[in-house]
């Protein structure tokens, strides 16, 4: 079955600065790559998604890149706000089944 | 437009009892994920179900857990005889045919056995 392997798994980075979490995945058959975001006591919410015949993506100031040769894919947060502190789990999906990473806790200083 | 629903948001049992977490998918969504969270730890998939069928539920432990997703009303999963190691967040996915990848997510409820 797919594994899927996060990096970091915490993250603290200055205000304005930016953010970037990795992730490798192992079944060639995943075509669909969502990024969720966490905040204490709620459920993840989707923030960005790629599928496999993309190599980039971009909303506002986030993006994601997707290296299908490699397995790899990453999540770029630009002009990091204290807001954006939060839990970070990359996944990746086939047909039936997704599975994620274990997950970026991202500290946005002031 | 309601989101994924799920409740109770809090769950407290004692060591035996039996435990009912409920969730409502998204409207017109018939595909269902449960996921399993440990403090401080990823989601573990447990089962995938769409209405009356259970697709997928390689996650789930061999006994004492189950789940439903009937024709009318949330799908359910149902923890027996629970013990302390089973006390943890559990969240519940939904997704539309048309994108059944495309998981949103419910709040979760927190199960405390004590």
């Known amino acids: 079955g797919e594994n899927v392997e996060q990096h970091p798994s915490t993250l603290s980075v200055q205000e304005g600065d930016s953010a970037v979490i990795k992730c490798t995945y192992s079944?060639?058959?995943?075509?669909?790559f969502p990024w969720y975001k966490q905040e204490l006591g709620k459920g993840p919410q989707l923030i960005i998604d790629i599928r496999s015949n993309v190599g980039e993506k971009k909303d506002q100031r986030i993006a994601v890149t997707l290296n299908k040769t490699a397995k790899h894919f990453s999540l770029h947060i630009t002009e990091t706000q204290p807001e954006d502190s939060a839990v970070y789990f990359c996944a990746a999906s086939g047909n039936n089944d997704m599975r994620f990473g274990a997950g970026t806790r991202l500290t946005v200083k002031p | 437009n309601a989101g994924v629903m799920q409740n109770p948001r809090h769950l407290v049992r004692r060591r035996g009892q039996e435990a009912r977490l409920r969730c409502s998918p998204m409207k017109g969504h018939s595909h269902v994920y449960w996921y399993r969270q440990l403090p401080e730890e990823g989601l573990k998939f447990m089962v995938y179900l769409q209405k009356e069928n259970i697709i997928d539920e390689s996650g789930m432990p061999k006994e004492r857990f189950s789940a439903e997703f009937p024709k009318e009303g949330p799908s359910i999963l149902r923890i027996q005889q629970v013990v302390r190691g089973d006390s943890a967040a559990y969240f519940c996915?939904?997704?539309?045919?048309?994108?059944?990848?495309?998981?949103?997510f419910g709040a979760g409820t927190r199960l405390s056995v004590l």
């Open positions: 996915a939904s997704s539309p045919s048309i994108a059944k990848n495309i998981q949103y």
């Open positions: 079944d060639s058959a995943s075509n669909y």
